[in-house]
Antibody
Framework: QAQLQQSGPGLVKPSQTLSLTCVIS??????????WNWIRQSPSRGLEWLGR?????????DYAVSVKSRIIINPDTSKNQFSLQLNSVTPEDTAVYYC???????????WGQGTLVTVSS | QSVLTQPPLVSAAPGQKVTISCSGS????????VSWYQQLPGTAPKLLIY???KRPSGIPDRFSGSKSGTSATLGITGLQTGDEADYYC???????????FGSGTKVTVL
């Protein structure tokens, strides 16, 4: 299993940008068999998959429709990590955010520790 | 409203068996593999089952998965107090082009 370590602020003001980073050990962000995901969890929305980045001879990204206009997930091969950027946040974006390794077929087998992000002024 | 429907609560005595259902449609469970996750309080979800019925290494065989049509089931035998947790199913939805999770089921040991 890979180990994933998340970092980023726990408080973001409304209309600003939420930014989180997930550092990978035990695997590579450029792996040809893994995908790197962001998932969030809140009492109102449950577990919600936000998107993923993965490398299969070139880089691909998939995003959930609910956040597609506001989200960017970027790999950073030099630091073996990937990041989440969610723009124009509102209090509805308050949640625990997780990074996770996995594919739809194989499931998410490695998770970060989770980061509670609160959107409030 | 989750795309995948699970019962909110399942309970049984220690040593007994519980089953958790996950109901979907032809755009998700009907043609994609299902995974199951256990979430203990205050921790990240943990993968229990993938591809409907496969267990990752280290997961005891008390946990089992199956799928039939547009529904999947997680079974837990020999229930222990340490199994008290929330359980979620998940799969890819081809109509949404997104991974979707179930609404979650809380397992309590009586």
């Amino acid at each position: 299993q890979a180990q994933l370590q998340q970092s980023g602020p726990g408080l973001v003001k409304p209309s600003q940008t939420l930014s989180l980073t997930c550092v990978i050990s035990g695997d590579g962000v450029s792996s040809n068999s893994a995908a790197w995901n962001w998932i969030r969890q809140s009492p109102s929305r449950g577990l919600e998959w936000l998107g993923r980045t993965y490398y299969r001879s070139k880089w691909y990204n998939d995003y959930a429709v609910s956040v597609k206009s506001r989200i960017i997930i970027n790999p950073d091969t030099s630091k073996n990590q990937f990041s989440l950027q969610l723009n124009s946040v509102t209090p509805e974006d308050t949640a625990v955010y997780y990074c996770a390794r996995g594919t739809a077929a194989a499931g998410f087998d490695s998770w970060g520790q989770g980061t509670l992000v609160t959107v409030s002024s | 409203q989750s795309v995948l429907t699970q019962p909110p609560l399942v309970s049984a005595a220690p040593g007994q068996k519980v089953t958790i259902s996950c109901s979907g449609s032809s755009s998700n469970i009907g043609n994609k593999g299902v995974s199951w996750y256990q979430q203990l309080p205050g921790t990240a979800p943990k993968l229990l089952i993938y591809e409907n019925d496969k267990r990752p290494s280290g997961i005891p065989d008390r946990f089992s998965g199956s799928k039939s049509g547009t529904s999947a089931t997680l079974g837990i035998t020999g229930l222990q107090t340490g199994d008290e947790a929330d359980y979620y199913c998940g799969t890819w939805d081809s109509s949404l082009s997104a991974f979707v999770f179930g609404s979650g089921t809380k397992v309590t040991v009586l």
